[in-house]
């Protein structure tokens, strides 16, 4: 009897369903995710008919973590699908959208029943092709990270300090270099960046192709500079997120650039 193993995936526990051949469920459990949890699918493929010349494939959600690394290591297939290839399979056989673990792991096991065969399994990577896949996810994470940190920094200068924006605009890095955030960490509101001097931000003039104005430094004022109590109070606030993305971004930087204090700056208070 031929037996495919569907695992649906979760933080917490994880769903474990048996077909064979016909579709017909053999075997179901859910198993916790540990070391105990790990180790019971196996046992239950071992009492489907498992064995070492042709070990049971199996089909997940997820290509990373420590429950697919154990069952790469048994050297049998294991198919990564799409979660969103899972609900148009599970479309096909129900029209109902109330999601149940044990469905989505019987969908994961059909899958490999019907088409295995437009599915490729896990590649048996070597420790060294494992890191390199993991340190690029976390550069790709960093990124993502950075760019969102970024955008949502920009929204709140445009919107109460654009003299900042204008200031930065010709620089290398834009609102993402050591020296706008180490700007921004000692000037977070039009009226403090109006008492700095160049001396104190020390900054060199941008790299320019052709005869240019120079862009505005921050210590020049700005008509926001005289806005009313009110406005200083919405600048405060919005500053301060602004300044919670920063340090966001500074720490997703950490991992594309070298920490240096003379030109970055550490968040000292929790943003609330």
Not at 20 to 44: N, Y
Request: charged share 20%.
């Amino acid at each position: 009897m031929t037996v495919f193993c569907g695992i649906d995936w979760s933080e917490r526990h994880h769903d474990v369903a048996l077909v064979d051949e016909h579709g017909q469920l053999v075997g179901k459990r859910r198993i916790s995710d540990d070391l105990e949890g790990f180790t019971t699918p196996l046992g239950m493929l071992d009492a489907a008919g498992d064995n070492g010349d042709e070990p049971l494939p199996v089909a997940i959600e997820t290509p990373r973590g420590l429950l697919v690394a154990a069952l790469c290591a048994t050297s049998r297939m294991v198919y990564s699908i799409n979660p969103m290839a899972v609900v148009r399979y599970r479309e096909r056989h129900s029209v109902s959208r109330k999601k149940s673990d044990h469905v989505d792991a019987m969908v994961l096991a059909n899958i490999l029943r019907i088409d295995a065969h437009v599915h490729r399994p896990l590649p048996a990577d070597s420790e060294l092709v494992q890191a390199v896949a993991v340190l690029a996810r976390a550069h790709q994470d960093a990124t993502w990270r950075r760019t969102r940190a970024s955008n949502e920094l920009r929204s709140l200068l445009r919107e109460c300090f654009p003299v900042f924006l204008a200031a930065f605009a010709g620089r290398k890095g834009h609102l993402t270099s050591p020296e706008a955030r180490a700007v921004l960490a000692i000037a977070p509101t039009p009226a403090v960046a109006a008492t700095l001097s160049r001396a104190r931000i020390d900054l060199p003039p941008p790299a320019t192709s052709g005869p240019s104005s120079p862009p505005p430094t921050p210590h020049q004022p700005s008509s926001t500079t005289n806005a009313g109590a009110t406005m200083v109070i919405v600048i405060a606030t919005q500053m301060r997120s602004a300044t919670c993305s920063t340090a966001c971004l500074h720490h997703c930087l950490a991992a594309g650039q070298l920490y240096d204090p003379a030109k970055a700056f550490i968040l000292t208070q929790p943003c609330t």
